[in-house]
């Protein structure tokens, strides 16, 4: 898998989940890694349903699957709704789905990461996505990274996150 990115960080929000985003892109950039920011929220397609997918592929999706292809390693950053992913996430990977005959080739053994900042405390959101994305078959780093108003994220934290990710092997 040829890939121009270290790290995509991915953002499934426009608050806190994003700017902690932006962060953690700017001390892997400040470790000399090759790093960008997905923010799933900008220009967001519409919400995945049968309907929506006969009227055609919105734009996006081909979009989104080029720059996940193009990265090693991804860590994504989300709150928690409802006890739960962000719809915004679950509609980009149902899209992503759509797009020919073995979408979980874009997962297969990908290295992910995953993060919340959320007023909830993250962990069922962190927990179904764990599950989620150990289904579509990417290889979940152990550790996670939760915080919140109380408990900020803080830089040693990220940078272990981020080492704990490097460490994985990328598919061929």
Wanted: hydrophobic share 45%; charged share 15%; proline share 6%.
């Amino acid at each position: 898998m040829g890939t121009a990115l270290d790290l995509l960080v991915i953002s499934a929000s426009s608050g806190e989940n994003l700017k902690l985003a932006e962060r953690t892109a700017s001390m892997a950039r400040a470790d000399g890694l090759h790093c960008s920011v997905l923010d799933l929220t900008l220009n967001a397609p519409p919400l995945f349903t049968p309907r929506q997918q006969a009227l055609g592929l919105p734009e996006q999706i081909p979009l989104y699957q080029e720059q996940l292809q193009g990265a090693a390693h991804w860590l994504i950053w989300m709150p928690e709704y409802n006890g739960s992913i962000p719809p915004v996430f679950t509609s980009a990977i149902a899209w992503l789905s759509t797009l020919g005959d073995d979408f979980r080739r874009l997962f297969n053994g990908r290295p992910v990461a995953i993060a919340s900042h959320s007023g909830s405390g993250g962990y069922e959101c962190l927990s179904a996505l764990r599950i989620q994305l150990a289904h579509l078959g990417a290889h979940v780093v152990g550790r996670q990274l939760v915080c919140n108003a109380n408990k900020p994220a803080r830089d040693e934290s990220i940078e272990a996150i981020i080492k704990a990710l490097l460490t994985l092997k990328v598919p061929t």
